[in-house]
């Protein structure tokens, strides 16, 4: 009794281990039933029929990353290239996941590798660098269409690294020294003859400023000139004015006759001190004529 009792327990145990299955959050198990497909676990509890029903395949319904083996392409100016990329898939229909191809993995591994190729055939070296969008793009494409049978979504594929050989290497480098050279010249040409223009400008304000100043000083010069001549011209006006109201007041006829002779003895004494030779008036008259003269010549510039 007891040991029947024991192999009922240990068939309960089997048949309880067989049939309640607890399935993991983001996975997905195939159930088959005599072998053929019967249904998709989903997380959770779930229950088999024990030595019927038989879990085939067990998926992760996470994003998965799948790193491409690298390889050789040749691009279309007959240059090789060593290209190595990472592709990022996830399984969507568990049931043809497991039953769409024998492996889904390699396969989609193989077309990444021969839509690489594909693609870095048809550009030339120089644009397989700069267009790594359209070659991530055209390989995502090309993936996706054919992983739709495999139960599979390809999410992004994105290429690691580009390797040229290294005499390209060398040539580029070349290049890219020569490039950088030729724009510090450039740069430092620029320089140069933005130098002699800021110069040439300075020189032009400064001998305008100069020409300015010059013209200034030549017109406050005259503006001088032409006031002290007006100044003496009025001084010389009032000296006139004074002398002739001096004249019209009395005993002005008799100062300008004594002045008159007076300069007339000094204009005699000046002259006798110059020459050693003197000349005298044959007749002194001739004094009192000349002071007879200059007061008629007052007299008629006062009438």
Request: glycine share 6%; hydrophobic share 45%.
């Amino acid at each position: 009794m007891e040991l029947i009792a024991l192999v009922i327990l240990i068939a309960a145990a089997i048949f309880v281990i067989q049939s309640v299955k607890v399935v993991p959050q983001q996975n997905a198990w195939v159930v088959e039933r005599l072998g053929k497909y019967h249904a998709t676990l989903t997380p959770g509890l779930s229950f088999l029929v024990p030595f019927v029903d038989r879990l085939a395949y067990r998926h992760s319904l996470k994003e998965i990353p799948l790193d491409v083996p690298s390889q050789i392409c040749i691009t279309k100016d007959n240059t090789q290239l060593t290209v190595d990329g990472i592709l990022y898939f996830q399984v969507t229909d568990p049931m043809r996941a497991s039953y769409g191809s024998s492996n889904y993995i390699i396969a989609i591994t193989q077309l990444a590798q021969t839509t690489l190729r594909s693609v870095i055939g048809r550009m030339e070296l120089d644009k397989t660098f700069e267009e790594r969008e359209i070659i991530n793009s055209a390989v995502v494409q090309a993936l996706d269409e054919a992983a739709l049978n495999w139960g599979v979504k390809v999410l992004r594929y994105e290429i690691k690294d580009l390797t040229p050989p290294a005499e390209i290497l060398r040539a580029m480098q070349a290049q890219i020294t020569a490039e950088r050279d030729k724009r510090a010249l450039i740069a430092a040409s620029e320089g140069r003859r933005q130098e002699q223009i800021n110069i040439a400008t300075g020189e032009r304000e400064a001998s305008i400023a100069r020409s300015e100043g010059e013209k200034q000083a030549e017109i406050n010069k005259a503006e001088g000139e032409a006031a002290a001549i007006l100044a003496v011209a009025g001084a010389s006006a009032e000296a006139i004015r004074q002398i002739a109201a001096a004249i019209q007041s009395p005993g002005g006829e008799q100062a300008v006759q004594l002045k008159v002779a007076e300069k007339a003895v000094e204009a005699y004494a000046q002259l006798a001190q110059k020459n050693n030779t003197m000349i005298v008036p044959n007749n002194m008259g001739e004094v009192s004529g000349l002071i007879g003269t200059a007061m008629a010549l007052i007299k008629g510039g006062k009438a």
